[in-house]
């Protein structure tokens, strides 16, 4: 059995300023063993990349405020490291590929100068500057570019070669875990394949454990052995790949996510949106955070917030976890079959 390398529990994160508290993370829970890809799924706002830069310590200092929990890494208790400790985590031990290619990497260095960077921080070997130059070169092999372009700059590359180099940067110091904000927005389908593709040979390579957010259901049931649906600043749904895609009782917004993806057997059913929007974080209300959008909604869902159900490996966070939610899931198939 695989031994666990971070585990995230009753986190909460609050964004705050003189108008207003942003309630981005509350009390959520989760863990990753070594090797293993977790999926952390969720709609724009949810709270994933929050969570994340939670993780990297890379939260904005002026108004972002880590308000309960903790976060253990290899039993190391992240939120209590120094500044100087922390910096020896960052990177080397625990990296992210961050969501947006085109903005991650700086605009007035070549690629190679911003690849090498990370390995000169943590250059706890004294590898020499030749040292550092071929590992630089390895890198960009591994990740699908010839070496001799790592004199060129950012704007000489496309979205899928930017990319790349933001994963050659994140695992040049072969961390032990790799977080992975949506490594694949903004770019087109088959460059999204060769991506996720790239992730999973390095993970098998090097037996790094990944951290993928998503709100792609297809990415999830590819690359993930364990799944996490975050609404709200909360995870609703948790368990294992078998648990949230072939398992007979889920939470609503689980279901709700299901009915929006595409079908391929299906010629002719319609997609079923999940109506309306998340509540506004400021705001949040008393009872459970889906309740206004929940075609189940009782009025102890308005009222009361939900506590975890658990069966196993499988958690759901929902007030009809016991009862009803199999006749939920009966009734979104023969609602999607009508489509």
Same mark, same amino acid.
């Given at each position: 059995?695989?031994?666990?390398?971070?585990?995230?529990?009753?986190?909460?994160?609050?964004?705050? /300023?003189?108008?207003?508290?942003? #309630?981005?993370?509350?009390?959520?829970?989760?863990?990753? +063993?070594?090797?293993? /890809?977790?999926?952390?799924? *969720?709609?724009?706002?949810? *709270?994933?990349? /929050?969570?994340?830069?939670?993780?990297?310590?890379?939260?904005?200092?002026?108004?972002?405020?880590?308000?309960?929990?903790?976060?253990?890494?290899?039993?190391?208790?992240?939120?209590?490291?120094?500044?100087?400790?922390?910096?020896?985590?960052?990177?080397?031990?625990?990296?992210? %590929?961050?969501?947006?290619?085109?903005?991650?990497?700086?605009?007035?260095?070549?690629?190679?100068?911003?690849?090498?960077?990370?390995?000169?921080?943590?250059?706890?070997?004294?590898?020499?500057?030749?040292?550092?130059?071929?590992?630089?070169?390895?890198?960009?092999?591994?990740?699908?570019?010839?070496?001799?372009?790592?004199?060129? #700059?950012?704007?000489? $590359?496309?979205?899928?070669?930017?990319?790349?180099?933001?994963?050659?940067?994140?695992?040049? +110091?072969?961390? !032990?875990?790799?977080?992975?904000?949506?490594?694949?927005?903004?770019?087109?389908?088959? %460059?999204?394949?060769?991506?996720?593709?790239?992730?999973?040979?390095?993970?098998?390579?090097?037996g790094t454990a990944v951290i993928m957010i998503t709100h792609d259901m297809g990415v999830v049931a590819?690359?993930?052995?364990?799944?996490?649906?975050? #609404?709200?600043?909360?995870?609703?749904?948790?368990?294992?790949?078998?648990?949230? $895609?072939?398992?007979?009782?889920?939470?609503? #917004?689980?279901?709700g996510l299901f009915g929006s993806i595409p079908s391929l057997t299906k010629k002719y059913r319609r997609? /079923? @949106?999940?109506?309306?929007?998340?509540?506004? @974080?400021?705001?949040?209300?008393?009872?459970?955070?889906?309740?206004?959008?929940?075609?189940? +909604?009782?009025?102890?869902?308005?009222?009361?917030?939900?506590? @975890?159900?658990?069966?196993? !490996?499988?958690? %759901?966070? +929902?007030?009809?976890?016991?009862?009803?939610?199999?006749?939920?899931?009966?009734? $979104?198939?023969?609602?999607?079959?009508?489509?």
């Amino acid at each position: 059995m695989n031994n666990e390398l971070l585990q995230v529990k009753n986190l909460s994160v609050q964004y705050k /300023t003189d108008l207003e508290t942003v #309630y981005a993370v509350n009390d959520v829970s989760f863990s990753i +063993c070594e090797g293993e /890809t977790l999926g952390l799924v *969720g709609e724009t706002g949810a *709270g994933k990349t /929050t969570t994340a830069l939670g993780i990297m310590g890379l939260l904005p200092k002026r108004t972002a405020h880590i308000t309960g929990g903790s976060i253990s890494y290899k039993g190391r208790e992240l939120t209590e490291l120094s500044k100087k400790e922390l910096l020896g985590v960052r990177g080397k031990q625990i990296s992210m %590929i961050f969501q947006d290619p085109m903005t991650a990497l700086n605009p007035v260095l070549t690629v190679g100068d911003q690849i090498g960077e990370t390995l000169r921080l943590h250059n706890t070997e004294n590898l020499s500057g030749e040292a550092i130059e071929k590992k630089v070169d390895e890198m960009l092999e591994m990740v699908g570019i010839p070496p001799e372009r790592k004199k060129e #700059y950012p704007y000489q $590359f496309s979205g899928g070669m930017r990319q790349r180099v933001v994963i050659a940067i994140a695992l040049i +110091c072969d961390p !032990s875990l790799l977080i992975a904000d949506e490594p694949t927005t903004a770019l087109d389908v088959t %460059i999204q394949a060769q991506i996720l593709s790239m992730i999973c040979d390095l993970q098998r390579k090097y037996g790094t454990a990944v951290i993928m957010i998503t709100h792609d259901m297809g990415v999830v049931a590819e690359t993930c052995d364990k799944v996490a649906i975050m #609404y709200a600043g909360q995870i609703v749904e948790y368990g294992e790949l078998k648990d949230i $895609f072939t398992g007979d009782d889920h939470h609503p #917004y689980t279901i709700g996510l299901f009915g929006s993806i595409p079908s391929l057997t299906k010629k002719y059913r319609r997609l /079923t @949106p999940i109506e309306g929007l998340m509540p506004d @974080p400021t705001t949040l209300p008393a009872g459970c955070c889906f309740a206004e959008r929940c075609s189940h +909604c009782q009025e102890i869902c308005r009222r009361e917030k939900p506590q @975890p159900v658990v069966s196993g !490996s499988h958690m %759901i966070r +929902c007030h009809a976890a016991d009862a009803h939610l199999a006749a939920a899931s009966d009734f $979104f198939e023969k609602d999607l079959s009508r489509g």
